[in-house]
């Protein structure tokens, strides 16, 4: 489902790479925990694959087709990856059920609705169209935050430290809830996490420190 080749990525002010030499493929429905101390090049791993960043050097390939190489660079918003961010990025004068739409006001307003529908079933919150992100707890939130990502039906979903704003207390049940959705969905998800808690319901884990990767 994505394959990436040797990635190698260093700002223009450095000589010393982030990322040296990343490579490791994932099939369909597996999950990946990124691991390592900060600034080890975790986030930035997740913003080149979404293409945020473009890399120096590699490839990636997503569900078989060319993303980047030397000759090519897809562009972001047509790599079929959905992503939720550390805190969440909901926008706050937008509705849940507006939220969700921004990343699909594309399709049809029938079957936007159904999608709509749908995602909010799929995350246990259905009822809550009208409510804003401030009336939300940390917990929904962060499953509004997955509906908004799944909506346009991503062929990758990336995690960027999805449970560090929750408190202890709530942060299990979150987890739990999220991998519930993401193994009923089947969707290929890579996730930067500092916590080992939340890489052991991980498939695969892999540790970067200073830019070079070891799978755990």
Do not use: W
Request: hydrophobic share 40%.
């Amino acid at each position: 489902m994505i394959k990436l080749n040797n990635i190698v990525f260093k700002y223009d002010n450095t000589n010393v790479p982030i990322l040296n030499n990343v490579s490791f493929e994932l099939n369909k429905g597996e999950i990946m925990a990124v691991v390592g101390p900060s600034g080890g090049g975790k986030s930035t791993l997740l913003r080149i694959i979404s293409g945020l960043e473009q890399p120096f050097s590699g490839s990636i390939e997503i569900n078989q087709k060319m993303v980047f190489n030397k000759v090519t660079n897809v562009k972001p918003e047509n790599r079929g990856i959905g992503m939720v961010f550390q805190d969440y990025a909901l926008f706050p004068h937008m509705t849940v059920e507006k939220n969700i739409a921004y990343g699909v006001d594309h399709i049809p307003k029938k079957e936007r609705k159904l999608r709509i529908e749908t995602m909010l079933e799929l995350v246990n919150l259905k009822g809550y169209e009208k409510r804003y992100p401030h009336q939300l707890s940390g917990g929904q939130q962060q499953r509004i935050a997955l509906a908004r990502a799944l909506a346009p039906k991503p062929k990758i979903l990336l995690l960027d430290e999805p449970f560090s704003n929750l408190d202890t207390e709530m942060l299990e049940k979150v987890r739990n809830e999220l991998f519930e959705i993401i193994n009923f969905t089947q969707i290929t998800t890579i996730m930067v996490t500092h916590n080992p808690e939340d890489a052991k319901t991980a498939d695969i884990i892999l540790r970067l420190v200073s830019g070079k990767m070891s799978i755990v």
